[in-house]
């Protein structure tokens, strides 16, 4: 699920539920960059050709629609689906999200 669909089933669930407890979308990211950009409004030399998808993030984290939480590599599950990853890691991964194991 991209952020923009994030950003949209974060909206459906708002009006289904009222609930202020959903009223921010987390966005965890293990590169610390990434998370610096948006949290700082002055557009920098190097961030000039930077994708719109990502000035978009910026523009949320910017109304409080979406909060970016670093986390370590070792715990960003999202690898699983985005890396070439070897067995150990890939099986690690399938089990912090209590996945099947296909050999089992």
Do not use: W
Request: proline share 5%.
């Amino acid at each position: 699920m991209d952020d923009d669909q994030s950003i949209k089933l974060q909206d459906h669930i708002m009006n289904l539920y009222d609930d202020e407890m959903l009223s921010k979308i987390p966005i965890y990211c293990d590169n610390t960059s990434v998370i610096a950009i948006p949290n700082n409004p002055v557009l920098h030399s190097k961030t000039k050709h930077i994708e719109i998808r990502y000035h978009f993030i910026r523009d949320h984290v910017m109304n409080g629609d979406v909060e970016l939480h670093f986390i370590p590599t070792e715990y960003q599950l999202a690898d699983l689906f985005t890396k070439l990853l070897d067995e150990k890691r890939f099986n690690q991964l399938i089990s912090e999200l209590g996945m099947l194991n296909p050999d089992a």
